[in-house]
Each structure stands twice: as structure tokens, then as C-alpha cells.
């Protein structure tokens, strides 16, 4: 039987997040599961899946800071800023050295303004900006403030002469986009960029550590490999409680704070996820009740 609770996958290249989640359904035998954030299909690496009553814990993980390895192609600029676009325009990277690309990245890193790539999932009118440009609308999207907090490159090598590859390490908040890092390191440096390959490492506190492949999971008598309690105190603080403060939980009900900040989960002493709380004053009240009565 499968447990309620976290799969942290490492999604191929190729599909998409949605394929991911139907592969999964079939694995855990069970339709309620859900994704916590997509990856594009040419993207690699982390990706959380929800199973079961941890479906309904997806909404209230902070997975806000996000972490990338990626290679960047600086010679050629493409219609998706990535490698499964047509090449639109670029000169040649014949002189760049890594002093020069570093140079680039500086204003790339921070709090910066950036204008996400044309065929991003972002609404426009009511239609994902991807449908309308690979339609052949002309599409600009304003541009949003993201943080990046690390963006270094690694390791540099030439495919052709007139190319340059170069291997980086990206730390963002949600909402970056590192195509359109690439995009911009190639146009600040006047020869175009795209990215050629991307690998998400990390999703808040889940890491490739903790993934496993599809066909790893579908070996499992339960692919649930972090059942719901241990999602919860991976994703947030917690707290115990009483048998008597599980009932009232249970009910809907509020129970005494006890001074943490933010969303936290209450278990009881077995180690039993409860609840989710949320304290206001001196109430801790229920956020979502994994448990209610009845």
C-alpha cells in the first residue's frame, strides 16, 4: 500500500513534468498525486511530487530558493533561448576568456530586473506566452524582479572555435529564469547566448541527494521514500502535542501558541503528523488537519 508523503524525483530530460506525474500515478497505483513547482522538458534533476494526503501539503512548502547547474552556449542566440530553438542571430565568442564572461555575470547577480524568455509559462491575455510565440505572435513580457544569488561559472570549453561553452552554477529565487541568464550573458557580452543543457539541484530543502529516478521507484514495493511526517519536519519546523490538543485539532479547532514563526507542523508523540498551524496571539490555529475527526 502506498503511504502518504513527499517523492523527490530526478526527472529526465525529455518529458515533461506532467509526463512525470502520470508515470508516477501509475507507479504509487493512486491518481492523487501532484507536482510542487514544473521543470521544462529539455530540464533535468529535482523535481517534488505529492502522493496521497501530501498532495494537500504541496500548497504550503516555501520553495522559494531554487539552485541549478547549467551550460551555457556563448556564439548563438536561439527563438526559446535554449537549445530547442532555431538560431536567430550571434557573433562569434572566438575572443572571450573567462575574465571576460565573469565581467558579465557581475550584473547578472543580485537583485536584478529580468525579462523572462518568450516561450515561458507566464499568461498573457489569458494564453501562456509559449502558445502564443510558438504561434507566431510577437510577444513581450515586462520585466519582474528576481534575485540571483550565485551565478559562477565553472569550467569553460569550445566546441567549435567561434563557440564557448561554459559550465555554471546558478542560486536564484523562484520565478528566475536561467534561460534568460543565458540570453543576457550572451547579449552583455555582444555574441548571444542560449543554454544547452540544465540541471535543477536543489527546490528549497530538497536535493538530488534525496531524488531518485523513475525506474528506481517503480522497483519499490512503496515509492513514497518521504512519507508525510518526515516531509513536514524536512519542509518547516514542528512541535508536539498532546493527545487532547490532537483532538481539538482534529475538530478544527485552535490550541495554545507557543511563539513559532510562520507555518509549522504539530505531531504527537509517536511522531504522527497532525495538523499544520499557524499561530495568531496566543492561538495556534489549523492551517490544513491531516487527521479530522470523523
Keep these: 500500500m502506498t503511504t ?37 522538458p529539455m530540464a533535468t534533476g529535482v523535481l517534488v511530487l505529492g502522493i496521497e494526503k501530501a498532495t494537500r501539503l504541496l500548497h504550503h512548502l516555501v520553495l522559494a530558493d531554487k539552485a541549478y547547474t547549467a551550460t551555457i552556449r556563448l556564439g548563438q542566440a536561439t527563438s526559446t533561448d535554449d537549445a530547442e530553438g532555431e538560431v536567430v542571430g550571434g557573433a ?14 557581475v550584473p547578472l547577480t543580485g537583485d536584478i530586473e529580468q525579462v523572462p524568455s518568450t516561450v515561458s509559462a507566464i499568461k498573457v491575455d489569458g494564453r501562456r506566452a509559449y502558445e502564443r510565440a510558438r504561434a507566431g505572435e510577437q510577444v513581450e513580457l515586462s520585466a519582474r524582479p528576481v534575485i540571483v544569488r550565485r551565478f559562477q561559472a565553472l569550467a569553460t570549453r569550445r566546441p567549435l572555435p567561434n563557440l564557448l561553452d561554459v559550465d555554471v552554477e546558478v542560486e536564484c529565487s523562484s520565478g528566475t529564469y536561467v534561460r534568460a541568464l543565458a540570453r543576457d550573458l550572451g547579449a552583455g557580452l555582444g555574441v548571444g547566448g542560449h543554454l544547452t543543457a540544465l540541471r535543477r539541484t536543489r527546490v528549497g530543502p530538497f536535493t538530488l541527494t534525496q531524488a531518485r529516478t523513475l525506474d528506481e521507484l517503480s522497483q519499490l514495493d512503496d515509492p513514497v521514500t518521504m512519507p508525510l511526517s518526515a516531509a513536514i519536519r524536512t519542509a518547516m519546523p514542528g512541535r508536539e502535542i498532546t493527545a487532547a490538543e490532537a483532538a481539538f485539532l482534529s475538530f478544527g479547532r485552535p490550541i495554545g501558541a507557543v511563539g513559532i514563526a510562520g507555518t509549522y507542523g504539530a505531531f504527537t508523540l509517536d511522531g504522527s503528523a497532525v495538523a499544520l498551524l499557524s499561530e495568531d496571539g496566543d492561538k495556534a490555529r489549523p492551517v490544513l488537519v491531516f ?3 470523523g
Design 4 to 40: 502518504s508523503g513527499l517523492v523527490v524525483v530526478d526527472k529526465p530530460g525529455g518529458v515533461t513534468s506532467h509526463d512525470v506525474v502520470a508515470r508516477m500515478r501509475r507507479i504509487a497505483r493512486t491518481r492523487r498525486v501532484g507536482h510542487a513547482g514544473t521543470l521544462d
Design 92 to 105: 562569434s565568442a572566438a575572443g572571450l576568456d573567462e575574465d571576460a564572461v565573469g565581467a558579465a555575470m
Design 291 to 293: 487527521t479530522p475527526a
